[in-house]
């Protein structure tokens, strides 16, 4: 199977995005996601988690309160809303199916004015 991320960019800070994942190749209701990132010269972090239940989440520290990760198991995509983004935001984000190998190639957000 294999992930495709979108929805980086260039944002100002305690503006928004949302980033999307679209899983294909393997049986997306069943399985549980995450979002990681990792900033230049930092190992890559867990943002946030979400499992084959719906209203099942996790969320670090820095993503608690702002970040929100959902899923369409209709689309096969999980997304990750995020508000108040602040600099040090700034990262490649990562989609990854939990418990496998399976990475995107990231998405680039930068939060800068």
């Known amino acids: 199977g294999h992930l495709v991320e979108s929805g980086g960019g260039l944002v100002q800070p305690g503006g928004s995005l949302t980033l999307s994942c679209v899983a294909a190749?393997?049986?997306?209701?069943?399985?549980?996601f995450q979002w990681f990132r990792q900033a230049p010269g930092k190992e890559r972090e867990h943002v946030a988690t979400?499992?084959?239940?719906?209203?099942?989440?996790d969320y670090s520290a820095s993503a608690k309160g702002r970040f929100t990760i959902s899923r369409d198991n209709r689309k096969e995509t999980v997304y990750l809303q995020m508000t108040n983004l602040k600099p040090e935001d700034t990262a490649v984000y990562y989609c990854?199916?939990?418990?496998?190998?399976?990475w995107g190639q990231g998405t680039q957000v930068t939060v800068s004015s």
């Open positions: 979400i499992y084959s239940t719906h209203t099942l989440t």
């Open positions: 990854h199916r939990m418990n496998y190998e399976t």
């Open positions: 190749g393997f049986t997306f209701s069943g399985a549980a």
